[in-house]
């Protein structure tokens, strides 16, 4: 996953967070429910091909949020913002 190099004064835990929150905007669930739900060793593994296509445009997106400086919060709310358009 290319998050892992979200910036040395990010807290301990961000990429764990940023991950669960794309998986969770990808799938409706985080890395624990999608392991329990469908096994595997981790959540992008768990993915069907559709989710992934997702999973990958939020990476995209919340990779160029963070190089931009906005917040966890402002990255969680366009992961959830209602999809527009087909």
Do not use: C, W
């Not at 993915?47 to 949020?65: C, F, N």
């Amino acid at each position: 996953m290319r998050l892992l190099n979200i910036g040395e004064q990010a807290p301990k835990h961000a990429h764990s967070t940023v991950n669960n929150l794309l998986l969770k905007g990808a799938s409706g669930m985080n890395k624990r429910q999608l392991m329990a739900a469908r096994g595997g060793y981790n959540g992008i593994d768990n993915l069907t091909s559709i989710e992934l296509v997702r999973y990958q445009a939020l990476e995209d997106m919340a990779i160029a949020m963070i190089k931009l400086g906005m917040t966890y919060q402002e990255i969680k709310a366009m992961v959830f913002r209602p999809q527009q358009g087909g």
